[in-house]
């Protein structure tokens, strides 16, 4: 390695013979913000050459492909359903990106990490370098794409509720809500039903006081 700039280094091959190796050509997960967080000048390093252009005095050279793609066999090692580790590496808005191996990060979507919570940001689940469990919903190794799911180590709370509650059941709930239309009420930890106001008795007198307080415990019948 001779010097480095922002973007790549640049590499001397023979004496007054150099390259250039682009920084996305560096790491197989692309997400490196300065070369000089892997090399230095001066160091020794084994590349693949990707292009020559002898009249522009040009050769594009590859750090990465030097090394075993890390996507290469990774079906068969990591195929839905399997339950894989990995540490936490950076956030979105949309999910969290989770490194399960060296080159490979897979992402999980805010909308797989809780069954009961909506889930706006994963900070609110998930810290930066935090080691985890998760589970390979999709894999894609030909466009360099693994989808993870938290949720799914966890069984399906409102699958367990259904396969157990009728219509015509009576549960016990917690008021959490009071809106215009009804009332929220929690029959289990992540478990919400709406009683509507059509649905609460005396609400055509028009009197507030006869739509349930938050906090109160009472029995409603599941109609739907």
């Given at each position: 390695?001779v ?21 996305t050509?560096?790491r ?18 084994e590349?693949?050459?990707?292009d020559v252009?002898?009249?522009?005095r ?33 956030f ?8 399960v ?15 009961t919570k ?31 799911g938290?949720?799914q ?13 009728n ?7 917690k008021?959490?809500?009071r ?46």
């Open positions: 390695m010097r480095l700039t922002d973007y790549a280094a640049v590499v001397e091959l023979e004496l007054g013979i150099e390259g250039l190796i682009h920084i050509e560096m197989w997960n692309k997400r490196l913000k300065h070369p000089s967080k892997i090399l230095k000048p001066g160091d020794q390093a590349v693949t050459i990707l252009s002898p009249d522009q040009r050769i594009s050279l590859s750090l990465k492909q030097a090394l075993p793609d890390p996507w290469e066999g990774l079906s068969e090692r990591m195929g839905p359903g399997t339950v894989v580790q990995g540490r936490v590496r950076h979105t808005d949309f999910g969290a990106f989770v490194e191996a060296e080159g490979v990060d897979g992402l999980i979507h805010v909308s797989n990490l809780s069954w909506n889930v706006k940001h994963p900070s609110e689940v998930l810290r930066k370098g935090q080691q985890i469990e998760a589970v390979v919903l999709n894999l894609d190794p030909e466009n360099r794409r693994l989808s993870l938290l949720k180590l966890q069984p399906d709370v409102w699958e367990d509720f259904f396969n157990k509650t219509v015509g059941d009576l549960v016990r709930a008021v959490t809500r809106t215009s239309f009804g009332v929220f009420a929690e029959i289990e930890e992540g478990i919400e039903g709406l009683c509507h106001i059509s649905e609460i008795e005396d609400h055509e007198s028009g009197s507030d006081r006869a739509i349930p307080k938050v906090g109160i415990e009472l029995d409603f019948r599941v109609i739907r």
